[in-house]
């Protein structure tokens, strides 16, 4: 049995290579990015180059203890989030997430499809990045708002629902204003199949007034799309720094599940750097995921996760359900959300030139291999050597065979851990991979290059 790659792998070659099928290691990946087709729980397959887990993706989205005291004294007030209030000079203290873990879990689209899809092609028109995108002043957390109510009340004017309307039927998703002159982001698997035939894209805000969107670009390598309305003087949400977030922070998810526009729910930061890979042959996506135990469901997918301050951390993307339950159930408290960071990089390109980039190292990995890290194939497949000529990893010193064992110091086990990470930088960034080659451990610092995504 040999390694296969696909075009969708960032540690393919820069061109050329035909798009494969993908067996997976385990059970595979069910599809992300279409919202028409359900998830289900797929059988185990022959080996792989990017060593998928056995997860099956199904696209969608600490406290502070009680000071103790004398027996008998009255507990600390509490706040809108039901953390007691802190003293003055008190200063909470919060822990940094743990590393990413694949969870063998069955994942649901959010996108809330209600009905077929069938539509026609629509113009993907670059637009000139003339305004930047909203972001923290300089890049610090903002103030925390007083609660729930108070944050609702400033993010639910820019949040949307988007609904994609033909002759085969009409979808449902989320989205939230980017920029005032009316660029609006979602997921792309919420308006992937308006790209494809003929129907109309309609956004819906909070005052109850509708407009149509075009399509300006989308890429499902990343899961992102954005749209424009003829409207001026919208309210964007900011993006804040998704690196600054930590576990245990209060989160609030707004969108539209089940065509339930308006729907706010509340949860906390409960894993970093979750990768989630998903999708099928034609379009997957890798995300370095946030996940959350707010309430995601089906209709939630391209709604904002914000922070206590009312800033973007987030665009929620998946959620989880336990293998055997139907691709159709609700949130379990395990959602997932694309970075904003990631989401700000890929929005500004979709704006500026209609398509996104994505990072590559360009080597095969070998799915056959068990044991610590994640192995470069000691073989070419179809013509593709294990690693590129020229290519990244080639001028790192990188052989076949080698054995991946950390990126950036973090331990990689499974290959859609190393691709998520990779898939979480930018061209042109150099990331340090630990190696194993005959026993000898090494560094060696790797520039990555780019492709363009669809």
Do not use: C
Not at 150 to 157: E, G, R
Not at 185 to 191: D, G, I, K, R, W
Not at 196 to 224: K, M, W
Not at 374 to 401: H, L, M, N, W, Y
Request: net charge negative; glycine share 12%.
């Amino acid at each position: 049995m040999e390694p296969v790659s696909t075009e969708n792998n960032p540690f393919a070659p820069p061109s050329g290579y035909p798009r494969q099928e993908e067996p997976a290691r385990g059970p595979a990946p069910a599809p992300l990015s279409s919202p028409a087709a359900p998830a289900g729980q797929a059988s185990p397959g022959p080996a792989t180059s990017t060593g998928w887990a056995s997860t099956t993706w199904q696209q969608s989205g600490t406290r502070d203890a009680p000071e103790e005291g004398v027996p008998g004294a009255p507990m600390p007030p509490l706040d809108s989030w039901g953390r007691p209030q802190p003293r003055p000079r008190e200063q909470a203290s919060r822990g940094l997430g743990a590393g990413a873990v694949v969870l063998v879990v069955v994942l649901a689209l959010v996108a809330g499809a209600l009905g077929s899809w069938g539509f026609q092609q629509l113009a993907l028109d670059a637009a000139p990045r003339d305004v930047p995108l909203p972001v923290s002043a300089n890049g610090e957390r903002a103030p925390e708002l007083t609660g729930v109510a108070d944050i609702a009340s400033q993010v639910l004017p820019s949040v949307v629902s988007i609904e994609v309307r033909g002759s085969a039927g009409a979808g449902t998703g989320s989205g939230f204003v980017l920029r005032e002159d009316g660029y609006i982001l979602t997921n792309n698997h919420v308006v992937s199949a308006a790209a494809e035939g003929g129907a109309q894209i309609a956004v819906l805000f909070s005052d109850g007034s509708e407009h149509p969107a075009e399509l300006v670009g989308r890429t499902s390598e990343y899961d992102l799309a954005v749209l424009k309305v003829d409207l001026q003087g919208l309210t964007p949400l900011a993006l804040a720094d998704s690196d600054a977030v930590v576990v245990g922070d209060p989160v609030v998810a707004i969108g539209a599940p089940l065509g339930l526009r308006g729907t706010v729910t509340t949860g906390i930061v409960s894993a970093l750097n979750r990768p989630v890979s998903a999708g099928d042959a034609e379009e997957t996506a890798f995300i370095n995921a946030i996940q959350t135990d707010a309430a995601i469901n089906p209709g939630n997918s391209g709604g904002p996760l914000v922070d206590a301050t009312g800033e973007v951390i987030g665009i929620n993307s998946a959620i989880a359900q336990p293998p055997g339950l139907s691709a159709t159930g609700g949130s379990i408290g395990l959602g997932f959300a694309i970075p904003s960071n990631q989401a700000r990089r890929t929005a500004e390109e979709l704006i500026e030139t209609g398509t996104a980039t994505y990072p590559v190292i360009g080597v095969l990995l070998d799915s056959r291999y068990t044991g610590e890290g994640v192995q470069v194939s000691t073989e070419a497949q179809q013509g593709q050597e294990p690693v590129t000529p020229d290519g990244p990893a080639d001028r790192a010193g990188i052989q076949p065979g080698d054995v991946i064992l950390a990126i950036d110091g973090r331990p990689v086990t499974e290959a859609d851990e190393l691709i998520v990470a990779i898939r979480a930088k930018a061209p042109g960034d150099a990331v340090v991979l630990t190696l194993r080659s005959e026993d000898e451990a090494r560094e060696v610092r790797v520039v990555l290059s780019e492709l363009s995504g669809g």
